[in-house]
């Protein structure tokens, strides 16, 4: 399935199907960007074409356009300069935590599906799925979709910097924590052998590797 934001913005990126001298490249400011979304949904296709958006005069193509049609594709409610921003603060918050972004942000689909309003049947809410309790000790509004996936990312990606010499697969051990929390990888050593917490793992695996697949579209 091709997304209208991936068709608007994907020919950003070079591809045999498209010559290089017949479509150059435009660099966009990210914030340009984003109130074209907003306020020309219609004229995007024409007004965009050769876009490459850019923050601090470096090129953030991929993976934050990957990132953003993986989000429209789970949760089509979202809206396009919606999607961006949250595919920006994702790889940001990825980026300054250590972590591969197309993985930090499988977690946040698979916690929410960037549903900053989610609440889940055990009492977790917003874009991060933080408990009230937890959000309170780390001083975060849960309900504020930027605030917590800077938060998320801190925690994540801490996670996954202390398990680094102690598992083969820190990042598993990591979504474990986030999952199931850090004592039960204690207890365990490792992935604790709940059913919830392991199919967790694998569909964020496979979220991941989805995400890494986008960036090879044009």
Known sequence: MRLSLGVTLALAACTSSIPHNARPATPVHLERLVTMLSSEPGATADALKGAVPIRDGASVTWPLLAIARAI???????????????ADATVQSATANGLPPEFFAATMLQESAYDAGAVSSAGAVGIAQFMPETAGAIGVDPWDPF????????????????????????????????????????????????????????????????????????
């Open 72 to 86: 429209l594709h789970t949760n089509p409610r979202i809206g396009q300069a919606q999607a961006l921003l949250l």
């Open 147 to 218: 605030a917590a996936l800077a938060a998320a990312g801190a925690l994540l990606g801490g996670y996954a910097y202390a398990y680094r010499s102690r598992y083969a697969d820190a990042y598993a051990a990591a979504l474990a924590a986030y999952n199931a929390g850090p004592l039960a990888v204690a207890h365990y050593n490792g992935v604790p052998p709940y059913a919830e917490t392991r199919d967790y793992i694998a569909l964020i695996y496979d979220r991941w590797a989805r995400i890494v697949s986008y960036e090879a579209m044009p």
